[in-house]
């Protein structure tokens, strides 16, 4: 386990805990001050915060079957309720800084996919029916189980490929590599920028912070990541006051040099209260009824995939990032990780938000020195605080907060080094499942293929003993997740 540098010249003795809170938080333990974590739980929420804005826009921008629609500002609310609940829980008892928040890519499945199928009470309830199967997963040892079957080099990619990923979230979230407009009819699908050039506002923001930020890092400044997000939003704050840019949609119409998500003014109101009619509007019966039950087993299977092997990526990137893996390439606490993660998502669809899961933003707090729970105690609290000071969270534009993703990215990536290249039967597993994160925008695509190569390659070389037995099955699970689209297509 890695201890971080200390601070003032003073390293904690982990031999010696300070007080009780440090002992059951293993804050010297770990290496760690508690400056450190409330830095690191401060970084880890200005990357994530976005979500209290953006999953009410997904979620709401939806129908479900009776064409009926979800209330954005009950959304907003809820959505920072579920995750300052969840981010405190996984601090208090998997004691780990992961703070956890409404799914992307899980809620747009849930809007567009599952909802115009049932209601949204129905859809919501499919996410808490998936939720309880992974806890009872958890309880009986058999999510901890793969993830220990798992080989520790395909671990250390799963980390990398992560990195990769979160960086080209990054990018494409400051709006730095935009899809090409014509891409149907060119070889080229993404480009930089408008038009291949740099020469929008939220451009300059991005790159000015990025690079602030980079030498910080270089230079050793201790909280470079989090001074690089609130200095970038400084400089937002006064371009937009200066040049009045806007969002990138006015009246429905694309504005390609406006502010990506958030535009950065400074509120006319701090305080608003929150409205929390969702919680509780969910049904766990109707939807089998109404949309069949080999429908509804397909979703839940999806929505089961994704959310299991999601986690496990993203315990192990940040674990990796913060030196918190054994040499097996297990973090401290797994099985209560995983627990709380599965809480998580039954949560999540019980208060309407889809399904929570754990965020590899929170990697950024862990570049800042976040090694335990109490992190999670001040990513959480925050969220508490955003159902209230909704109009102050959105203040911090994607420019800004994307600087911090694309540096983490890069400190993620140098554990490329640890996987031996030379040995192909690995080697061509880890390479899939780093590349196929970021190019297909999935971590458990990644997850999938480097899985399923890696069964292939040792069972081909005769290796078949060297095979975990769980790995074969989930490698078939795997085959029948990339076939869903032609599965259903004979059954549905």
Same mark, same amino acid.
């Given at each position: 386990?890695?201890?971080?540098?200390?601070?003032?010249?003073?390293?904690?003795?982990?031999?010696?805990?300070?007080?009780?809170?440090?002992?059951?938080?293993?804050?010297?333990?770990?290496?760690?001050?508690?400056?450190?974590?409330?830095?690191?739980?401060l970084?880890?929420?200005?990357?994530?915060?976005?979500?209290?804005?953006?999953?009410?826009?997904?979620?709401?921008?939806a129908?479900?079957?009776?064409?009926?629609?979800?209330?954005?500002?009950?959304?907003?609310?809820?959505?920072?309720?579920?995750?300052?609940?969840?981010?405190? !829980?996984?601090?208090?008892?998997?004691?780990?800084?992961?703070?956890?928040?409404?799914?992307?890519?899980?809620?747009?499945?849930? =809007?567009?996919?599952?909802?115009?199928?049932?209601?949204?009470?129905?859809a919501?309830?499919?996410?808490?029916?998936?939720?309880?199967?992974?806890?009872?997963?958890?309880?009986?040892?058999?999510?901890?189980?793969?993830?220990r079957?798992?080989?520790?080099?395909?671990?250390?990619?799963?980390?990398?490929?992560?990195?990769?990923?979160?960086?080209?979230?990054?990018?494409?979230?400051?709006?730095?590599?935009?899809?090409?407009?014509?891409?149907? /009819?060119?070889?080229?699908?993404?480009?930089?920028?408008?038009?291949? %050039?740099?020469?929008?506002?939220?451009?300059?923001?991005?790159?000015?912070?990025?690079?602030?930020?980079?030498?910080?890092v270089?230079?050793?400044?201790?909280?470079?990541?989090?001074?690089?997000?609130?200095?970038?939003?400084?400089?937002?704050?006064?371009?937009?006051?200066?040049?009045?840019?806007?969002?990138?949609?006015?009246?429905?119409?694309? /504005?390609?040099?406006?502010?990506?998500?958030?535009?950065?003014?400074?509120?006319?109101?701090?305080?608003?209260?929150?409205?929390?009619?969702?919680?509780?509007?969910?049904?766990?019966?109707?939807?089998?009824?109404?949309?069949?039950?080999?429908?509804?087993?397909?979703?839940?299977?999806?929505?089961?995939?994704?959310?299991?092997?999601?986690?496990?990526?993203?315990?192990?990137?940040?674990?990796?990032?913060?030196?918190?893996?054994?040499? %097996?390439?297990?973090p401290?606490?797994?099985?209560?990780?995983?627990?709380?993660?599965?809480?998580?998502?039954?949560?999540?669809?019980?208060?309407?938000?889809?399904?929570?899961?754990?965020?590899?933003?929170?990697?950024?707090?862990?570049?800042?020195?976040?090694?335990?729970g109490?992190a999670?105690?001040?990513?959480?609290?925050?969220? !508490?605080?955003?159902?209230?000071? =909704?109009?102050?969270?959105?203040?911090?534009?994607?420019?800004?907060?994307?600087? =911090?993703?694309?540096?983490?990215?890069?400190?993620?990536?140098?554990?490329?080094?640890?996987?031996?290249?030379?040995?192909?039967?690995?080697?061509?597993?880890?390479?899939?499942?780093?590349?196929?994160?970021?190019?297909t925008?999935?971590?458990?695509?990644?997850?999938?293929?480097?899985?399923?190569?890696?069964?292939?390659?040792?069972?081909?070389?005769?290796?078949?003993?060297?095979v975990?037995?769980?790995?074969?099955?989930?490698?078939?699970?795997?085959? !029948?997740?990339?076939?869903?689209?032609?599965?259903?297509?004979?059954?549905?």
């Amino acid at each position: 386990m890695a201890v971080a540098p200390p601070e003032n010249g003073t390293p904690p003795d982990p031999a010696h805990p300070r007080n009780g809170f440090d002992r059951f938080f293993e804050i010297s333990a770990r290496g760690s001050t508690l400056s450190r974590e409330v830095r690191g739980g401060l970084a880890t929420f200005f990357t994530m915060a976005y979500i209290v804005v953006l999953n009410p826009l997904i979620l709401g921008g939806a129908v479900d079957g009776d064409g009926k629609t979800l209330p954005i500002p009950a959304l907003a609310a809820a959505t920072a309720l579920v995750a300052g609940l969840m981010t405190i !829980l996984m601090g208090v008892v998997g004691r780990f800084p992961l703070a956890l928040a409404a799914g992307l890519g899980v809620n747009a499945l849930v =809007a567009y996919e599952i909802a115009p199928e049932m209601t949204w009470a129905d859809a919501m309830g499919l996410v808490v029916i998936e939720g309880v199967i992974i806890a009872v997963l958890v309880l009986t040892g058999l999510r901890t189980a793969v993830f220990r079957s798992v080989p520790t080099q395909l671990k250390t990619a799963i980390g990398v490929g992560i990195g990769l990923f979160l960086t080209i979230i990054g990018l494409v979230d400051a709006g730095f590599v935009r899809r090409v407009p014509d891409a149907a /009819n060119t070889t080229v699908p993404v480009g930089l920028g408008i038009g291949g %050039k740099l020469v929008s506002w939220p451009l300059l923001v991005f790159v000015v912070g990025l690079l602030i930020t980079l030498v910080l890092v270089v230079r050793r400044v201790k909280g470079a990541i989090l001074i690089g997000i609130l200095a970038s939003t400084v400089l937002a704050v006064i371009v937009e006051a200066v040049g009045n840019i806007g969002p990138s949609f006015v009246d429905g119409k694309p /504005n390609p040099k406006g502010w990506a998500l958030n535009v950065p003014e400074l509120p006319k109101t701090i305080v608003d209260l929150p409205d929390l009619s969702l919680l509780g509007k969910f049904n766990v019966l109707d939807s089998w009824g109404r949309a069949g039950w080999v429908v509804v087993l397909m979703f839940i299977f999806t929505l089961l995939i994704t959310d299991f092997f999601d986690t496990m990526g993203t315990m192990v990137a940040v674990g990796q990032e913060g030196g918190l893996l054994d040499e %097996k390439g297990t973090p401290p606490k797994a099985k209560e990780i995983l627990l709380v993660d599965s809480i998580a998502a039954a949560a999540g669809g019980a208060a309407s938000t889809s399904s929570n899961t754990s965020y590899i933003e929170s990697a950024a707090g862990v570049a800042e020195g976040a090694r335990t729970g109490v992190a999670n105690l001040v990513t959480g609290v925050l969220f !508490l605080l955003a159902m209230f000071l =909704a109009p102050l969270v959105v203040v911090v534009p994607f420019e800004a907060a994307s600087t =911090a993703l694309v540096v983490v990215g890069f400190l993620m990536m140098t554990a490329v080094r640890t996987i031996d290249w030379s040995d192909y039967e690995i080697a061509i597993p880890a390479f899939l499942t780093i590349v196929l994160m970021p190019f297909t925008y999935s971590i458990s695509n990644g997850i999938g293929a480097g899985l399923i190569t890696f069964v292939v390659v040792k069972v081909a070389r005769g290796k078949a003993r060297e095979v975990h037995p769980l790995l074969y099955g989930v490698a078939a699970l795997f085959v !029948l997740y990339f076939l869903r689209g032609p599965i259903e297509s004979v059954v549905l």
